[in-house]
């Protein structure tokens, strides 16, 4: 019968290993996992997420989320066709002029104009009727409405969907 010895390395008198980098990676973008089974040590290199130098690895390109989109992207949550750009920039929400403009909104309507399903009735917050974004006059009153902060949410998130819909379709 023929025996295969196997060596045993314990942890009192061995240290790990460096391996080759044989799957064609640098050493320095490969890091050492050492495992104990029982007493015998498992020492293999995996691909590190950072590089020598603090930099991170470049992600694989996969294709675009939108639905029926063949673009590559590597870093991003969609492509450059599929990405919104209606809704970035500075919040004006901070500045002397719209605080204003909602005090006088607020104390115009007490209650919530819009009304929706988990609505809670008070107007805490002033809402655009017009979005500015879509050309609604950003401090006149007459574009402004209480709103609670649900509704206003509700609003909110619909009109930014909308907004998503109709950049994906340019």
Request: overall charge positive; hydrophobic content about 25%.
């Amino acid at each position: 019968m023929h025996s295969t010895s196997t060596q045993s390395k314990t942890r009192s008198n061995t240290t790990p290993r460096q391996m080759p980098a044989s799957v064609g990676q640098p050493s320095s973008m490969l890091r050492q996992v050492t495992a104990t089974v029982g007493s015998t040590f498992i020492t293999h290199s995996m691909a590190a997420s950072n590089t020598k130098d603090g930099s991170r690895m470049p992600r694989a390109p996969r294709l675009c989320p939108a639905t029926g989109c063949n673009n590559r992207i590597t870093n991003r949550r969609y492509c450059e066709d599929h990405t919104a750009y209606g809704w970035a920039g500075r919040s004006h929400a901070s500045g002397a002029a719209h605080i204003r403009w909602s005090k006088a909104v607020r104390q115009r309507d007490k209650e919530c104009q819009l009304r929706f399903n988990g609505c809670t009735g008070d107007a805490d917050e002033a809402d655009h009727i017009v979005n500015v974004k879509a050309g609604g006059a950003r401090y006149d009153p007459k574009n402004g409405q209480g709103a609670c902060t649900h509704c206003h949410g509700v609003k909110t998130r619909a009109e930014a969907h909308r907004a998503r819909l109709r950049a994906s379709k340019n």
